[in-house]
């Protein structure tokens, strides 16, 4: 028996009793153990032949037997136990620098959070402020120490990755030696969840290039280096991969790469019926190549209209393409203005008018804010007089802003029979209502399902918030059949949203096709909790785009006048 094991599991049994509020010390009975092992002198194998377990100093009945258990079955129960009766998640968050067992406890008691994307979430809505013994800085410090944990993960958030995906293209551009540059693969196609960065570039002398692209101040280290590639990782802790091709070959290798597998399988198959050998050099008749100057010449030799690159995963884009029917996708000009914005008055960092001018400055016409309701008592949910007292300020600032419109609105909670938790006559007052679920996540499927129909049945709900609760590597999505509910808001007429902060990306964009089909409108919420957050729209455009929707797909690409007669007629 190695006798690091049995030391590491009596320090894991000593903060799992922590975590569980058990009696102290017993806590301590562990740890000193693992002190009493962790200094013993003799080998522990020839003590535990020899009867002699007990005899030492620290080591009583209870703990002797644990070891005894180990040694003879590589198991101990009551470890296992101990480890059932709490979440992994909790556990791994003592991974966290800077964050002990006391703390773990009082986040997952008082909070119910259970994985480390949880809290990291929760920071970022502030909710850990309310906690005693928590302040600014403690949620500060978490937050840097999750940020160091994910250096490690190997899978990251696409709003992550995106900013240094699109810094090392633009030092790579300005550096003059890159003739083209594009980001590629699931970046490009921007899926919610991404392993690395891809980029490719065309050059005049591609050993310079990966010269230059190793030397940047945000690599780390060297992975390997060539004349034609080169790969790096970042500070951050993220891979990125440079491939360096021709300026001809350029077209054919960035479509290659930035296809998922499944797309360049079809696209492979649809070129071989036409006689074409299609691969990352080119496209060849025989041992012809055919020039394409661009991937829109790439598509348009296979007899396709040219596909975005968000539409890459084979679901239909090269039929949709033969037809000539692809739509024209949404982009992020086409946003004229953003509902579910949190402020101060609940777990928000900002009053209302430092939003309101952080939005004018992005150029929107207009935004509701939406503080969490009074079931929230994590988040600060108003009470009925706080929220008459916000709406009251909302009706000030709007006097003051003249080609601009603040909406009045909230993020009711769904309760457990798909109630929404303030009266009527408080609903009636305002502009809009996005109903979400922040509880009761492990209802069956159609208990769900049925919780959230019913609140998409009230009058008064304008819109359903991140509909299927999932917050990416963190929490998977609640038991719901997600179709039945884009059905039930296709029949009550109400809007579902694409929450764009980049944990939630939700609703997920493989249902968003369905949710078109049934003329469901769909608005892009930042669920911004701060000014930096609005910012978030971007990555819900991306979803959109996934999605295959288009501009008259989403409520708040409106103008501000079209807006006002939706939001009287869901009135």
């Keep these: 028996m190695d006798i690091s094991n049995i030391i590491k599991i009596f320090e894991d049994i000593a903060v799992l009793l ?22 013993l002198e003799e080998d522990i194998n020839e003590i535990i032949e020899k009867g002699r377990l007990e005899d030492i100093k620290g080591v009583g009945k209870a703990i002797s037997e644990k070891i005894l258990e180990y040694y003879e079955t590589g198991n101990i129960v009551y470890y296992e136990e101990l480890k059932a009766s709490i979440p992994d998640g909790v556990f791994e968050m003592l991974k966290i620098p800077g964050i002990g067992p006391k703390k773990v406890k009082t986040i997952y008691e008082k909070l119910g ?12 809505e502030n909710r850990l402020l309310k ?11 978490i937050l840097k120490g999750i940020e160091h944990i994910k250096k490690f993960q190997g899978q990251y958030l696409y709003g992550d990755v995106y900013h240094h995906a699109a810094e090392l293209k633009a030092e790579l551009l300005a550096s003059g ?22 980029i490719v570039a065309s050059a005049g002398s591609p050993a310079e290039l990966a010269e230059f692209f190793t030397k940047l101040s945000s690599v780390e280290d060297i992975i390997a280096k060539g004349d034609t590639k080169a790969s790096v990782r970042l500070s951050c802790g993220i891979n990125a991969d440079l491939r360096i091709v021709g300026v001809d070959q350029f077209p054919y290798v960035l479509n290659h790469f930035t296809g998922s597998k499944e797309h360049n399988t079809a696209v492979r198959h649809r070129a071989k019926a036409m006689g074409i050998k ?34 890459r995963e084979n679901t239909g884009e090269l039929e949709a393409a033969e037809r000539a029917e692809l739509p024209v996708l949404i982009e992020e000009r086409d946003i004229a203005g953003a509902f579910h914005i949190h402020s101060f008055y609940s777990d928000g960092s900002n009053s209302i008018e430092e ?10 016409s207009y935004m509701g804010i939406a503080d969490h309701s009074k079931s929230a008592f994590y988040a600060r949910g108003l009470s009925t007089d706080d929220l008459k007292r916000q709406l009251q300020e909302i009706d000030e600032l709007n006097s003051k802003y003249r080609d601009f419109r603040i909406f009045k609105g909230i993020e009711s909670d769904i309760l457990p029979d798909g109630s929404l938790d303030y009266d009527e006559d408080v609903l009636k007052e305002l502009d809009f209502v996005v109903a979400s679920v922040h509880s009761g996540f492990k209802l069956e499927q159609a208990a769900m399902t049925e919780r959230i129909i019913n609140a998409l049945r009230n009058k008064y709900t304008t819109m359903l918030g991140h509909p299927t609760g999932r917050i990416l590597l963190a929490r998977e999505e609640y038991q719901l059949d997600v179709f039945a509910v884009i ?3 296709a029949e009550y007429g109400k809007i579902i949203e694409i929450n764009a902060d980049p944990h939630r990306l939700d609703l997920g964009w493989k249902y968003l096709k369905y949710a078109k089909e049934k003329s469901v409108k769909l608005s892009i919420n930042p669920d911004a909790h701060d000014i930096y957050g609005l910012s978030n729209i971007k990555y819900g455009v991306g979803i959109a785009r996934k999605g295959w929707l288009q501009k008259s797909d989403v409520i708040n690409t409106m103008s501000l006048n079209e807006v006002l007669k939706i939001l009287k007629k869901d009135k």
């Design 487 to 489: 059905d039930a808001a």
């Design 177 to 198: 030696l890159a003739v083209s540059c594009e980001v590629t693969g699931s970046l490009r196609r921007k899926k919610e969840i991404v392993k690395d960065i891809d």
């Design 113 to 124: 959070i259970k994985s480390i994307g949880e809290l990291e979430y929760a920071c970022i």
């Design 131 to 141: 906690l005693q013994g928590f302040g600014k800085k403690t949620q500060e410090n």
């Design 18 to 39: 922590e975590i569980k509020g058990e009696n102290p010390f017993k806590t301590k009975a562990y740890i000193n153990a693992a002190r009493t092992l962790e200094l």
């Design 278 to 311: 299609v691969n990352e050099y080119g496209l060849f008749r025989g041992e012809e190549l055919i020039p394409c100057r661009d991937e829109a010449e790439i598509y348009k030799a296979l007899g396709l209209r040219y596909i975005p690159p968000e539409l």
């Design 355 to 364: 939003l309101a001018k952080e939005a004018i400055r992005l150029g929107l």
